[in-house]
């Protein structure tokens, strides 16, 4: 399951997962924005696309009752959506409290199978390193590090592991519009996350922050 799915790198990571076989559950926020529907095209069995805010509690509840219909359990859940503009509490309610409310709707659809919850953070919400300005953009992203963390000490204990991912500087749709700076494209990031999200650790009860490299990064 994807949130943020319709483009960007939560589309680049569909795309990734479906080529590698996956039954992939994608959390349609843009109806109108077709990059979802030309995927499924190519994956009419693999790809299911649900429509989901993930600032919206009802959104979400609803979401995960349409993935219910069609499966007992998802192995992965990915927290991707994420908005870069707006005003603090919008920020906030997508960034941090959209993520929360994503794991506890999906949560009892985790209780088999592979139990693995991926987030995306950024570098920008690091405290340590802190070195711009932004907006509640990186604030959140510090939020975010945090409600994970949290999450971490509750869940891993029963079985479930983490990942914290900064995809790096990615050319996708933050400004709203296909950006043409940055370090990397949308493939870029998603094809590192994947290898990422779908292998197992040795030392997975220790929450990390990687970047597109696998490099740690303080968070
Ligand atoms: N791009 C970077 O350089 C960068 C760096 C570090 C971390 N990240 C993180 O990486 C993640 C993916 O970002 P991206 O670069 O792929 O950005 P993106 O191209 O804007 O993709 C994010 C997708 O999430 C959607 N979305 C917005 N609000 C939503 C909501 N309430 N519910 C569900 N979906 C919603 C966006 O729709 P709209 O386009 O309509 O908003 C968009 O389709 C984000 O969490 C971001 O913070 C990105």
Redesign the pocket.
């Known amino acids: 399951m994807i949130?943020?799915?319709?483009?960007?790198?939560?589309?680049?990571l569909c795309a990734c997962f479906l080529d590698h076989g996956w039954r992939v559950f994608a959390?349609?926020?843009?109806p109108d924005?077709p990059e979802l529907d030309a995927l499924r095209e190519k994956f009419p069995e693999q790809l299911h696309t649900i429509p989901?805010?993930?600032?919206?509690t009802a959104?979400v509840r609803a979401a995960a009752g349409m993935v219910r219909q069609t499966t007992d359990h998802i192995d992965l859940l990915v927290?991707?959506?994420?908005?870069?503009h707006g005003d603090e509490r919008t920020v906030f309610?997508?960034?941090v409290t959209?993520a929360l409310r994503t794991v506890e709707c999906f949560l009892p659809l985790m209780q088999t199978g592979m139990q693995r919850i991926a987030?995306?953070?950024?570098?920008?919400g690091a405290i340590s390193v802190s070195h711009r300005d932004g907006g509640a953009?990186p604030v959140s992203?510090t939020a975010l590090n945090m409600t994970v963390r949290r999450m971490f000490r509750t869940l891993r204990p029963k079985g479930f592991t983490f990942r914290l991912?900064?995809?790096?500087?990615?050319?996708?749709?933050?400004?709203?519009r296909?950006?043409t700076v940055?370090?990397?494209e949308?493939e870029e990031?998603a094809a590192a996350a994947y290898g990422q999200f779908v292998s197992d650790r040795d030392a997975e009860d220790v929450l990390v922050m990687t970047d597109i490299s696998g490099e740690m990064w303080p968070w």
């Open positions: 949130t943020g799915a319709d483009r960007g790198v939560g589309f680049a959390g349609r926020y843009m924005w989901l805010d993930v600032g919206d959104s927290n991707c959506a994420g908005i870069s309610n997508v960034n959209g987030f995306f953070s950024s570098e920008c953009y992203k991912y900064h995809p790096g500087w990615v050319r996708s749709y933050m400004s709203g296909k950006s940055g370090n990397f949308p990031a």
